[in-house]
Nanobody, 120 residues
Framework: QVQLVESGGGLVQPGGSLRLSCVAS????????MAWFRQAPGKERELVAA???????NYADSVKGRFTISRDNAKKTVYLQMNSLNPEDTAVYYC??????????????WGQGTQVTVSS
């Protein structure tokens, strides 16, 4: 059993910043890639940013230059630093981790989501 818990969401004014965190716990041997997704009302869930086990990153075009994904393997944590936020960034943000458990099973695990609202 693996649990992911996100934190750091909230209400922020346009132009502001937030830092999301997602911590994994449970039966974990190692974690491959980590990613952040978001889902706005009435829209499909979309990939925001991803980071491989080796630290390579990729971003959605809409967030390039504004968001930064990073990870701390020792803490089993992925972060999303979000700067220059605008109302179009309003969504529920989810983390996902590709986990290898102690018996060698590989699977994706999702967090429960954290709301980010950008509004004046």
């Amino acid at each position: 059993q693996v649990q992911l818990v996100e934190s750091g969401g909230g209400l922020v004014q346009p132009g502001g910043s937030l830092r999301l965190s997602c911590v994994a716990s449970g039966n974990i041997f190692s974690i491959n890639h980590m990613a952040w997704f978001r889902q706005a009302p009435g829209k499909e869930r979309e990939l925001v940013a991803a980071i491989t086990g080796g630290g390579s990153t990729n971003y959605a075009d809409s967030v390039k230059g504004r968001f930064t994904i990073s990870r701390d393997n020792a803490k089993k944590t992925v972060y999303l630093q979000m700067n220059s936020l605008n109302p179009e960034d309003t969504a529920v943000y989810y983390c996902r981790m590709n986990v290898i458990n102690t018996i060698g099973t590989v699977f994706d695990s999702w967090g429960q989501g954290t709301q980010v609202t950008v509004s004046s």
